[in-house]
């Protein structure tokens, strides 16, 4: 079994910043990939960022893309999604999750086997 544990959500007026981790813990898998997905009530859950195992490719969601920036620090087994000018339709429950199948920056949920429980991003306007 896998542990995803997130924390840094909150409040925020727009055009602030918050800085998410995500924290792995369980099963020891050679290569994983580690992505962040948000979602509101009544939305299907969407992908915001995606890292590779080793860091060197990243995918963003267009709505993300040049304000949102993820990171990992395998040593430590976490990841981590820097949110700049956030915007009010930024407010969401961000879900961190992670593979053990793929190595890449998949954008796809179906890719990903392991989920964390979310933290609330509330963006004022």
């Known amino acids: ?60 969601a267009d709505s993300v893309k040049g304000r949102f920036t993820i990171s990992r620090d395998n040593a430590k087994k976490t990841v981590y999604l820097q949110m700049n000018s956030l915007k009010p339709d930024g407010t969401a429950v961000y879900y961190c999750a992670t593979s053990t199948f793929r190595g890449g920056a998949e954008p796809n949920a179906k890719d990903y086997d392991y989920w964390g429980q979310g933290t609330q991003v509330t963006v004022s306007s």
Do not use: H
Not at 6 to 33: D, I, K, M, P
Not at 38 to 51: H, L, N, S, V, Y
């Open 1 to 60: 079994q896998v542990q995803l544990v997130e924390s840094g959500g909150g409040f925020v007026q727009a055009g602030g910043s918050l800085r998410l981790s995500c924290a792995r813990s369980g099963r020891a898998v050679r290569t994983y990939n580690m992505a962040w997905f948000r979602q509101t009530p009544g939305k299907e859950r969407e992908f915001a960022a995606a890292i590779s195992w080793g860091g060197d490719r990243t995918a963003y």
